[in-house]
T-cell receptor, first 115, second 111 residues
């Protein structure tokens, strides 16, 4: 079975540019999560969706960050304008419906470098 | 919300059991204990979770003390591919914004 698919795997861009990260969750999963990982702060939850609806975006660092989930099989995380401090590995994860204690399945991440 | 305390690093000989401890002394009755691991340059991988009882799956065993204040993840026969950072997490069911990964334990499996 295909896991969570993220693209691109690596992104290098200049400060001020718009960055769009993409995620395809596992088919049948109704929860989708976006995380950011840095050496300083570890793994942080940015936002999560349930049935394509954003449930909690309290982890989104500022208005430059936005996330959408137009359908059950696709989500984007956008940074506009990007800044060097946004450099990190961004992970997408999904989990299946059910009791709420299910495991989250992570993609391999997008390594973002803002110059 | 309960936080966890784990050793920074541990070594284990290949083929031996790896026992990774986790302290969660402030855990509440409705919080589960989860274990994930992250191999270098990959996303975190789910290992196992439990509430009160000990759990076992094809990857590992989870031993939770009777008072639930600590737990141990056991990899019965560690291999070099088990070298990773292991995260112990406690969270209330459906409380996704409280899924706090912490610093984890770097397990080094040596030949």
């Amino acid at each position: 079975d295909a896991g969570v698919i993220q693209s691109p795997r690596h992104e290098v861009t200049e400060m001020g540019q718009e960055v769009t990260l993409r995620c395809k969750p596992i088919s049948g999963h109704d929860y989708l999560f976006w995380y950011r990982q840095t050496m300083m702060r570890g793994l942080e939850l940015l936002i999560y969706f349930n049935n394509n609806v954003p449930i909690d975006d309290s982890g989104m660092p500022e208005d430059r960050f936005s996330a959408k989930m137009p359908n059950a099989s696709f989500s984007t995380l956008k940074i506009q304008p990007s800044e060097p401090r946004d450099s990190a590995v961004y992970f997408c994860a999904s989990s299946p419906p059910g009791t709420g204690n299910a495991a989250q399945h992570f993609g391999d991440g997008t390594r973002l470098s803002i110059l | 919300d309960a936080k966890t305390t784990q050793p920074t690093s541990m070594d284990c000989a290949e083929g031996r059991a790896a026992n990774l401890p986790c302290n969660h002394s402030t855990i509440s009755g409705n919080e589960y204990v989860y274990w994930y691991r992250q191999i270098h340059s990959q996303g975190p991988q789910y290992i196992i979770h439990g509430l009160k009882n000990n759990e076992t799956n094809e990857m590992a065993s989870l031993i939770i003390t009777e008072d639930r204040k600590s737990s141990t993840l056991i990899l019965p026969h560690a291999t070099l591919r088990d070298t990773a950072v292991y995260y112990c997490i406690v969270r209330v069911v459906y409380n996704f914004n409280k899924f706090y990964f912490g610093s984890g334990t770097k397990l080094n499996v040596k030949p």
